[in-house]
């Protein structure tokens, strides 16, 4: 666990670095607000198409190769965006970095390899830290590597820092990383053929309880991800600020989350379960976006900010360890790699949504709107009941229901 948890923290230290970056690169070369949100898009627009692709590849290869591989296109991506001297070179930059994002899927499959119903929670939490460590150092970096005056803005370090990061989780990944696929599930996978692993998916899928939890996903993916694409320019707005006071926020994000996902993640998670964690991370995320349009100061902005880091911090492993528990383990890369597509498929049209909300309506709608789909997502997740599998080794499954 230790292992995949470095190597995750690092090369999210490099995505985290861009993140704040991305808006004002953009409005360097005279983008808009709708083609800024589209900039942060076309990542998630090619890693939609990927990355069911990298999951049966893990499921088929091992996931070792699968994320060296990924780290590899990582790198050059952010290369590719440090040179770029247009706004179509930004895009098609980011759009290979989206191509290259199948390490992310990956090492959820990594984990659920490695941990079992006991701690998958605690597993992904892991992860989930992982994640929020990087958007601590990322974005401080980035902010302080770019400058705090967006007409002054050094755009061409922070990408190469970010491609230095990148790299050094790539060699982690050679060198320490060992296979978690055991060679008997892949021997099952390579011995079954392609329309029998494909029919036993599609059975997989059609199941009303996944499909809940993908949409689920997709919904409260889909509001974060609007409040992402569009905070920056709001905060120039609202506060003139530039790259570097939005690099500190998202890095304030990352330390609640990663306390939350590091540590509270285990507790809360044998107190309520997956099902009450997700509830009350939808209500949570609801609150906080509610509170962000009537922020005229730091002090009540920071306290929006904490109530939607908790909520996501707590939502988005839970839905991942409820989506894994569901499935068998020969199953799990492409159940997964799906999970993630629709995550990635609402990071597509969340910041589109907001862009167009921001342009037309003001400022502050993106906010006002995303508080009230996570209201109707809440409702939703009333569906869910507790629902776990258990792999019989043949493809087949028993599952065990409890309200």
Known sequence: ???????????????????????????????????????????????????????????????????????????????????????????????????????????????????????????????????????????AIGGLLAGSDPATTNFQLPSFVAAGFSSAALLGAIVMLKESLSPEIR????????????????????????????????????????????????????????????????????????????????????????IGMIRQGFLALGIGLAIIPFSNNLPLLLAAMIIVAYGFSISTPALNSLLSLKVPADQQGGVLGIGRSASTLSRVFGPIGAGYLFAFLGRDWPFYIGALLMLAVLLLSLKLVKQTVSDTGDGSNTQKQKT
């Open 1 to 139: 666990m230790l292992i995949l948890f470095v190597i995750v923290f690092v090369n999210l230290v490099g995505f985290g670095i861009i993140i704040p970056l991305l808006p004002f690169f953009g409005e360097h070369f005279n983008a808009t607000p709708v083609e800024v949100t589209a900039l942060m898009a076309i990542y998630s627009a090619t890693q939609f198409v990927t990355a069911p692709l990298w999951g049966f590849l893990s499921d088929k290869y091992g996931r070792r190769p699968i994320l060296i591989f990924t780290l590899a296109g990582t790198v050059a991506s952010y290369i590719w965006f440090a040179l770029a001297t247009d706004l179509t070179t930004l895009f098609l930059s980011r759009a290979l970095a989206g191509i290259m994002a199948g390490s992310i899927s990956t090492a959820f499959a990594y984990m659920a390899d490695i941990t079992d119903e006991s701690n998958r929670s605690k597993g992904m939490g892991l992860i989930g830290a992982a994640f929020g460590l990087g958007f601590i150092a990322g974005p």
């Open 187 to 274: 021997s099952q996978m390579a011995q079954r053929s392609t329309v029998e692993r494909w029919n036993l998916f599609k059975k997989t899928i059609s199941r009303s309880d996944i499909v809940t939890i993908i949409i689920l996903t997709f919904l409260a993916i889909f509001v974060f991800a609007g409040l992402e694409a569009t905070f920056a320019m709001w905060s120039e707005r609202q506060f003139d600020w530039g790259v570097e006071q939005n690099g500190y926020i998202f890095a304030f994000i990352g330390i609640i989350s990663a306390i939350i996902q590091g540590t509270l993640i285990g507790p809360i998670s044998k107190r309520i379960g997956e």
